[in-house]
């Protein structure tokens, strides 16, 4: 269990995270505490696996990829054995067996192509021989918001809005070499952990807060923070959500929703436009949410897929890389 202070630094680590010389002092700060033990918790956390990584991952875009949900209806006799070929792809960064009315694996993977990406599915589905029909792939026409923030205090995942644009840049275009990108993805836990990034690349601390938010704002990198485990976090529930609505932007609204996509439909296999995913500390705060929030929005139909269980074991680590 973790005590009031604990809970506060890992709150303001999540959701304000600063970029100055010393953000470790500028955190004991705001909780009234020092640095040292700023310092000394958020190392024990990482020890502990609890926090995974202070930083920032590159948007899949800005790599030239592109990315699909991928949906299949496998026997329970097959679902480890299909499940364990998916995760073969160091691509897969997600993989739930979900409670569903027609598909139980839900997987998320990348390609440089669609080309790629569907010859990737094909080969499991004819691996297993499954049917046309047993299989759906959901492409994002839309995405809102990407990244899972947990609310310590509530219990629930919860992230403000932050709409990603509509074009995203290159890496290469940006003119940044790939290393730099490589060294704000995960930041020492140490009194000033940009100084080997500001010397490298001749950055002063007041541009690199700038070009940080100039990154986000491009849709190049996801916000920088201290990325929580959400199992090790008491978040032991998540599900997914979808159903079909007009504008799926006012979705994004929703603070507890998390991956909030519009996706292209495929007719006879998969009807819903809008998704989103929530994570709770139980089932039952997601339903009383889902329900609440939807019903202000007029969505009276969707569906609500609880994870019945983790099948990517290492899920943190490929999510990581």
Same mark, same amino acid.
């Given at each position: 269990m973790l005590d009031d202070k604990s809970r506060e630094l890992l709150m303001e680590a999540q959701y304000n995270f600063p970029i100055t010389d010393r953000p470790f002092l500028e955190l004991a700060r705001?909780?009234?505490?020092?640095?040292?033990?700023?310092?000394?918790?958020?190392?024990?956390?990482k020890e502990l696996g609890l926090v995974r990584r202070i930083g920032a991952l590159v948007n899949y875009r800005a790599r030239g990829m592109v990315s699909a949900l991928v949906a299949l209806r496998v026997r329970?006799?097959?679902?480890?054995e299909v499940a364990a070929e998916i995760n073969r792809d160091k691509y897969v960064t997600h993989n739930f067996l979900r409670l569903?009315?027609?598909?139980?694996?839900w997987y998320v993977t990348k390609a440089t192509s669609k080309g790629e990406l569907e010859d990737k599915v094909?080969?499991?589905?004819?691996?297993?021989?499954?049917?046309?029909?047993?299989?759906?792939?959901?492409?994002?026409?839309?995405?809102?918001?990407?990244?899972?923030?947990?609310?310590?205090?509530?219990?629930?995942?919860?992230?403000?809005?932050?709409?990603?644009?509509?074009t995203n840049l290159k890496l290469e275009d940006v003119?940044?070499?790939?290393?730099?990108?490589?060294?704000?993805?995960?930041?020492?836990i140490v009194k000033e952990p940009f100084n080997e990034i500001k010397d490298k690349f001749k950055i002063p601390i007041s541009r690199m807060t700038e070009l940080i938010g100039e990154l986000r704002d491009k849709g190049v990198i996801r916000d920088f923070y201290a990325m929580i485990d959400p199992d090790l976090a008491g978040f032991k529930?998540? *599900?997914?959500?979808?159903?079909?609505?007009?504008?799926?932007?006012?979705? *994004?609204?929703?603070?507890? *929703?998390?991956?909030?996509?519009?996706?292209?439909?495929?007719p006879g296999k998969w009807n819903h436009n809008c998704y989103f995913m929530i994570h709770g500390v139980n089932y039952n705060i997601?339903?009383?949410?889902?329900?609440?929030?939807?019903?202000?929005?007029?969505?009276?139909?969707?569906?609500?897929?609880?994870?019945?269980?983790?099948l990517l074991p290492n899920m943190a680590r490929r999510i990581e890389q």
């Open positions: 705001r909780i009234g505490v020092t640095e040292d033990w700023v310092i000394d918790s958020l190392r024990r956390f329970d006799d097959l679902v480890n569903h009315n027609r598909y139980n694996i094909r080969s499991v589905v004819n691996k297993f021989a499954l049917s046309p029909e047993d299989y759906v792939i959901l492409y994002a026409e839309k995405t809102y918001k990407i990244d899972v923030k947990f609310d310590l205090n509530v219990g629930v995942s919860r992230a403000k809005v932050h709409r990603l644009p509509e003119g940044l070499p790939l290393e730099f990108y490589e060294m704000i993805k995960s930041i020492n529930a998540n *599900a997914m959500v979808t159903f079909s609505i007009s504008d799926c932007e006012e979705v *994004a609204n929703i603070d507890e *929703a998390t991956h909030v996509v519009k996706r292209i439909i495929v997601i339903s009383s949410i889902v329900q609440d929030r939807l019903s202000k929005l007029g969505v009276t139909e969707y569906d609500v897929l609880p994870s019945i269980r983790n």
